[in-house]
C-alpha cells in the first residue's frame, strides 16, 4: 500500500525544486529567498524548511551566508533538466515527473490519484469562481501547443459559465476539469501548469 505522507513529501520537494529552477532561470549564481519561494508555492513555513534541508542535503540546492537564502546547484540543474526532458523516466531523488502531474493534490491528509472515476468537490461554491479567475489570469502563461491552448481556453470559458449559472451541471464542470487536466499534464515541468493541476486536484476527489 502506497504511504500517502512520502508521496506528498516528494511532491513538496519536486515542486520547490522546479520552482527554484525556473526562479533562477538555471543560474547558480542566483539567489533566492526561499521564504518567499515557499510563499508562492502555498508552502507553511516549516514545509519550506525542511524541503529546503533534505534538497541541501542531497546537494541539489545550497544554503548561502544570509539567513534563508539558498541557490540551485550544477546537480540540482542537472536533475530538473532530466526529468523534464525525460518526463516518464525516474530522475536519482525523484519518481517519473509525469507521474506526478498526474497526482491529485492533497485533499485532507491525502493523496487521490486522479482518473475518469473522479467526483467533484464542493464545485459548486466559492472554490470553482476563485478556479476560473485563478486559470484565466495564468492560462496564458503555460506553454501549450497551439491546439491545446485552444482547448484549454474552451474548457476554461465552459467553467466559467457554469460558475455563473444558477443551476450549475456539475457533469459539465467535471468534464471540463478532467479534459484540463489532461492538457496540462502535456507541459511537464511548467510550474505553473503544476500549480493549476494542484488546484484541479483541490476541486477533483
Known amino acids: 500500500m502506497t504511504d500517502n505522507r512520502v508521496i506528498e513529501r516528494q511532491i513538496l520537494r519536486q515542486r520547490f525544486i522546479n520552482a527554484l529552477y525556473d526562479a533562477t532561470e538555471a543560474d547558480r549564481s542566483r539567489n533566492i529567498d526561499m521564504w518567499q519561494l515557499g510563499g508562492r508555492l502555498d508552502f507553511s513555513l516549516s514545509d519550506t524548511q525542511l524541503v529546503a534541508d533534505y534538497l541541501a ?61 473522479a467526483t467533484l468537490n464542493a464545485t459548486t461554491d466559492g472554490n470553482l469562481r476563485e478556479f476560473v479567475a485563478l486559470l484565466r489570469d495564468k492560462l496564458s502563461s ?22 455563473k449559472s444558477p443551476k450549475p451541471k456539475l457533469s459539465i464542470i467535471r468534464e471540463a476539469l478532467l479534459s484540463l487536466r489532461t492538457v496540462f499534464e502535456i507541459a511537464a515541468g511548467d510550474v505553473v501548469a503544476m500549480e493549476l493541476l494542484a488546484r484541479i486536484g483541490r476541486l477533483l476527489t
Open 57 to 117: 542535503a542531497e546537494r541539489l540546492i545550497e544554503f548561502r551566508a544570509d539567513q534563508g537564502v539558498i541557490a540551485i546547484t550544477h546537480r540540482g540543474i542537472i536533475e530538473v533538466e532530466e526529468g523534464r526532458t525525460k518526463p516518464a523516466d525516474p530522475t536519482p531523488h525523484f519518481p517519473p515527473m509525469i507521474n506526478y502531474l498526474s497526482i491529485q493534490s492533497m485533499v485532507g491528509s491525502t493523496v487521490q490519484q486522479g482518473g475518469h472515476a
Open 142 to 163: 503555460v506553454h501549450l501547443p497551439p491546439d491545446a491552448a485552444s482547448e484549454a481556453q474552451s474548457d476554461l470559458e465552459t467553467l466559467e459559465a457554469q460558475s
